[in-house]
């Protein structure tokens, strides 16, 4: 498999969470969202991938984008160990938490968003996310165990670990999000989340690198 992918990018890091869980070793090629311009939109990239964003990954004869797509592909050919519980109430939990992530905060603070935000984009990334982590404060309270749904890691913890480091990033206040917060330490801990976290990667600038 060929994981192209940017360190920084939380959905590059959602799938090499992933591919780090199931055990499946892979060749990585950087692709700089901010050099020349953003390297997303080269002819080259834009063949592989039309919609011009990372990840992409090349496996088993195809071509795959969006995260959840390809984390799907790899739970349905990899199945252990599982990323969807067995209960239908919760897999669909773990759906739903990941949606909200993933549709519903995540692509509002994107980077080509902040973009057209101008000098109000650390203000406005900070809006999209405080009013999406009041809801999932209010989910897991619900939902969590250990983690997102239950003590398995799941798909939605995939989703959850990459939101938290954005939130902090942006200077998020996350002092109401406790439930959050112990759950994106417990994650932290885990070997999968440490050796695909942006701070390990080829593509880190050295001042960045753990």
């Not at 020349?36 to 195809?62: C, H, R, T």
């Not at 984009?121 to 309270?141: D, Y």
């Not at 003590?151 to 670990?161: I, K």
């Amino acid at each position: 498999p060929i994981l192209y992918s940017y360190f920084r990018s939380s959905c590059s890091w959602r799938v090499r969470i992933a591919l780090a869980l199931k055990g499946i070793s892979y060749d990585l090629v950087p692709v700089n969202l901010i050099k020349d311009g953003g390297q997303q939109f080269s002819a080259e990239f834009k063949a592989l991938n039309p919609m011009q964003q990372v990840p992409a990954l090349k496996i088993d004869g195809i071509t795959l984008s969006q995260s959840l797509a390809i984390i799907n592909y790899l739970e349905e050919t990899h199945p252990n160990p599982r990323l969807l519980p067995q209960d239908p109430k919760k897999r669909a939990q773990v759906r739903m938490i990941a949606d909200h992530i993933v549709s519903g905060i995540q692509p509002l603070q994107n980077l080509s968003v902040l973009k057209q935000m101008g000098e109000k984009k650390m203000e406005w990334a900070q809006n999209c996310i405080t009013s999406g982590f009041q809801a999932l404060e209010q989910i897991l309270q619900h939902t969590a165990g250990r983690y997102c749904v239950g003590d398995e890691v799941s798909m939605a913890d995939l989703c959850l670990v990459p939101q938290v480091a954005n939130a902090e990033r942006y200077k998020v206040d996350m002092s109401s999000y406790p439930t959050i917060m112990r759950i994106n330490k417990a994650l932290l801990e885990l070997e999968a989340f440490k050796i695909s976290h942006p701070s390990r990667q080829p593509d880190t600038p050295a001042e960045l690198r753990a």
